[in-house]
């Protein structure tokens, strides 16, 4: 199977986008989060699918390591959260998405303010281009704000793994995040 080009992983494009006026998030009102749960190595096809529905959703990507050299042109982006498609909408927009038929269940997260800072949180890391590495069942540690390096400003966990430290930023509705290793950022404990 041929490897297409990147995709966009949000709708609209705007999601993220700070608003100046404010410094808040455009997005940032309290409208209700889906955790999608997609059919196996559907999410991009779901993607497709939302984006011309013009429903606002979000599936973080990411370049796994290779372990292989290849050429740039071959890599590969696949979710950081394998079979979850992140909807913003309400009852509407969850019953349009289900009927794309690529979504096995609906999951509304609890939420849902706290849920699109994470998402910024982990498009940021995505956008700084630090490798990241799925952190799954982890119990949520202290939390801190870096002080300094690419992600400066974001709140997050910091845990040791293989005698390295890590920043961890955590889903807590899916129990499951993003870390990257703290390269002499400068942090504070909250």
């Known amino acids: 199977m041929p490897i297409l080009k990147a995709e966009p992983t949000h709708y609209p494009d705007d999601l993220f986008e700070v608003d100046d006026s404010e410094g808040l998030r455009s997005w940032s009102d309290s409208s209700d989060w889906w955790a999608l749960y997609t059919r196996p190595r559907a999410e991009k096809s779901l993607m497709r699918r939302l984006r011309l529905a013009e429903l606002a959703h979000y599936c973080p990507m990411m370049a796994p390591r290779r ?3 290849r050429p ?9 959260f394998a079979n979850y498609v992140f909807l913003r909408g309400g009852e509407q927009e969850r019953y349009r998405s ?3 038929g690529q979504v096995l269940r609906c999951i509304p997260v609890p939420q849902p303010d706290e849920f699109y800072q994470q998402l910024c949180a982990i498009q940021q890391m995505i956008v700084a281009g630090v490798p990241l590495e799925l952190e799954s069942g982890l119990q949520v540690g202290r939390q801190v704000e870096v002080k300094s390096g690419p992600l400066r400003g ?3 966990q910091i845990l040791k793994r293989h005698h390295q430290s ?3 930023v ?3 509705f899916l129990e499951c995040g993003a870390s990257t290793l703290l390269d002499g950022w400068d942090i504070e404990p909250l």
């Open 170 to 172: 955590y889903l807590n």
């Open 67 to 69: 372990t292989v050299a």
């Open 166 to 168: 890590r920043f961890l």
């Open 98 to 100: 289900v009927c794309t």
């Open 154 to 156: 974001f709140r997050g």
């Open 72 to 80: 740039p042109s071959r890599v590969s982006r696949l979710p950081l």
